[in-house]
Every structure is written in C-alpha cells, then in structure tokens.
C-alpha cells in the first residue's frame, strides 16, 4: 500500500511504499488482546498484601475458657472472625505476569499497524527532527491535528525533538525498538517516521 509522507510543517515529502504483509492486515481482535492483556500484567507491580492471624498484633492468650460459656470456642482474637483479626486467603506479593509465544506477540504488533492503517490513524512523516523547542512543536502538533498521538522514530530518537515533546501532553515519543501494541491502541494517531518504517519492516519481516 502507498501513503503520502509529510514534513512536520505540513508540506508534502512524497509517498511510502508500505508492505502489506505488516500494514494491510485484517485486524484480529482477539490477538490484540491477548498481546494487550500479557503486557499489562506484566507491568502489574503484585505488591498487595494483607495480615494474617500469624501477623495481627494481639495477644495469644486464650480469651475464654474452652468450656461453660455458652460460645463457640475461640483461642485468640487474631482470628479471621473478630474485628481487627488476621485476613483469611487475601493477596499476598506475586507476579501476574504469563508467557505469550514471541509468534503472537509479532503478529500482534503487526495487528496493530494494520488496524491503524485501516482506520485512517497512520501518519509517515520524513523525520523527526526539532531544535528542543516545545511552543514551536506543539504549534506544529496543533496544526497537523494531532491531539493524542504516539511519534515512533527509528532506532535512536533525535534528542531536541524528545525535548520539546516531552512537556507536550498527548504526545508520546519512543524508539522503533519500543514499539509494543498498547501504546500503539492507546494513543488515537500513529506516526512513523520513515526510519521506523524501515525499522519495523527489519524487525517483523
């Protein structure tokens, strides 16, 4: 498929030949969430953690004798049954994370290029290049009507640029080597750089 490549400043720099093996896919909801949903418990921290009865701070002592009470029969008052007492089963540290084969997390990326392509969301710009001043860019972002979009460039991003959109809200920046599925649903636009498609192009081929 072919797309028109554009200059920040919104003037034509001709068009890109894309491959549509990586852009002219039939998106797959269903690998897109798998992929989606192996990410983001792999970024859950699993820090929860409740008291145990071996853990309340209370005393051990018995609190009534065993029997002639007319009660049920108690040992301490850490029980999960009293006010204060330890939590029974609740969460303790682990990590949620699981394993997806690299064949679906690969095709997953490639899913999500092509739903972007598919929905009009893809934009080629030359290059990301920026003297680090942030009015000047954000005054180029606005122009171009881009209100939340994600910029991948290619394996190095260029650094007066990452300055200037880094106080730029809507706009995040990353390295082809950083492209991953959610950011790339998550954002509302993508734009390529011509660098990060030969990159990926490299790197899902």
Same mark, same amino acid.
């Not at 959109?165 to 599925?181: E, K, Q």
């Given at each position: 498929m072919k797309l028109d490549v554009?200059?920040?400043d919104g003037g034509s720099a001709g068009s890109v030949e894309l491959d549509d093996a990586l852009f002219g896919l039939e998106p797959r909801a269903d690998i897109l969430h798998r992929v989606v949903r192996w990410q983001r418990n792999n970024a859950q921290a699993g820090t929860h953690k409740v008291k145990t009865r071996s853990e309340t701070s209370y005393s051990t002592k018995k609190i009534y004798r065993q029997k002639g009470t007319g009660g049920a029969r108690h040992g301490d008052r850490n029980a999960p049954i009293f006010r204060k007492g330890g939590i029974y089963k609740g969460p303790t540290p682990r990590s949620h994370g699981h394993d997806l084969p690299k064949k679906v997390r690969k095709l997953g990326l490639m899913h999500a290029l092509s739903a972007k392509a598919k929905a009009g969301q893809l934009v080629v710009i030359e290059n990301a290049a920026s003297e680090g001043k942030t009015s000047a860019l954000a005054k180029q972002v606005k122009d171009l009507g881009w209100k939340r979009a994600l910029v991948i460039d290619g394996a190095e991003i260029n650094e007066g640029f990452a300055q200037a959109?880094?106080?730029?809200? +809507?706009?995040?920046?990353?390295?082809?080597? +950083?492209?991953?599925?959610y950011d790339i649903l998550k954002r509302d636009t993508l734009v390529l750089t011509k660098a990060a498609v030969e990159a990926l192009e490299a790197r899902l081929k």
């Open positions: 554009i200059k920040l959109a880094r106080n730029i809200d +809507g706009l995040d920046v990353l390295p082809s080597v +950083g492209a991953n599925v």
